[in-house]
């Protein structure tokens, strides 16, 4: 039976823009067009932004009404906070058939130094707290949530080409990314009853997609950017989102594979 006609319990991670808002969106849709219309189930975002956070709850509600939807505002590079925030969040008063959480929460790190010029271990730090740490602190919060409870569970890492390929000018983000794949790898195997996936959701016009365009210090990975923009050459949020709900609807993946949207 799809995840969608069951009770779910969903956390998403970068919940307030860009790919994290088009997941949020998506997965209020299958539940509406679900066979319980989305009646007792729960949406759980996160993002450091209450205003955005605020406007994506009034989409929520029109997509899905019947969708419980709590939304909070997280420094999630503040690691010892966040965790408190989110063991908080993600306390479950009922029982759910599903849980999923979404890891989308990301920064590309400081997109003006190269590996050689990398200096700044505090700011080195914070993005791998940001990226890595987080993820695996806020991980084992929710899987210890639904310990020893028949809920069946997901974990997606939303992962990027980059875990597996080295691009010049984005050290931070490739070693980030490498790390969470492996993390997820790991977990597969030590929790064969979760089911873990990796998933690249392709190149999208986001903040972080300007960012990258906009501020790398390395010429051709601006040109190549700005080149895929002019060109639309990439895969809106929508479109992407829409192809992980496939996958998790059909739940057909390999437990811990790295799964890129040019494979579908
Ligand atoms: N765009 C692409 O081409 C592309 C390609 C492959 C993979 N991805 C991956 O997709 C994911 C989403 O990226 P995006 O393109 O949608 O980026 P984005 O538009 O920059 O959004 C990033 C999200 O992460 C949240 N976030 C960032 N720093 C945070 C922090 N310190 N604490 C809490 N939340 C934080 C942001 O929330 P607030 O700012 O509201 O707090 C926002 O919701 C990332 O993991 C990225 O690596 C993107």
């Not at 067009?33 to 189930?41: A, I, Q, Y």
């Not at 990301?106 to 993820?135: E, F, M, P, R, Y």
């Not at 051709?220 to 990439?234: L, P, Q, T, V």
């Amino acid at each position: 039976m799809s995840i969608f006609n069951q009770k779910c319990a969903f956390f998403v991670t970068g919940a307030s823009r860009g790919y994290g808002r088009a997941i949020a969106l998506a997965l209020a849709k299958e539940l509406a067009e679900g066979e319980l219309l989305g009646e007792g189930s729960l949406l759980v975002g996160t993002s450091r932004c209450q205003e955005r956070l605020d406007s994506l709850k009034e989409e929520l509600a029109f997509v899905c009404p019947k969708l419980v939807v709590r939304l909070r505002c997280v420094e999630i590079s503040d690691v010892a906070s966040m965790a408190e925030v989110f063991c908080d969040l993600v306390k479950v008063e009922h029982a759910y058939d599903v849980a999923a959480i979404v890891h989308n929460a990301g920064s590309a790190g400081d997109l003006t130094v190269s590996c050689l010029q990398q200096t700044d271990a505090g700011a080195v730090q914070k993005a791998l707290d940001l990226n890595i740490n987080s993820l695996l602190q806020l991980n084992g919060a929710f899987l210890r949530q639904f310990e020893s409870t028949p809920t069946t569970l997901f974990v997606v890492n939303i992962t990027s080409l980059l875990a597996v390929e080295a691009f010049p000018g984005l050290h931070i983000y490739c070693l980030a990314k490498a790390a969470r794949d492996m993390y997820i790898k790991v977990l597969a195997k030590e929790q064969p009853s979760v089911r873990c996936l990796n998933w690249a959701p392709g190149p999208m016009p986001t903040d972080l997609f300007d960012e990258i365009k906009t501020q790398s210090f390395r010429s051709d990975i601006r040109d190549s950017f700005a080149k895929m923009a002019d060109e639309k050459s990439f895969v809106t949020c929508a479109a992407s989102s829409s192809k992980l709900m496939g996958l998790l609807r059909d739940n057909k993946f390999e437990s811990g594979s790295h799964i890129d949207i040019y494979d579908l």
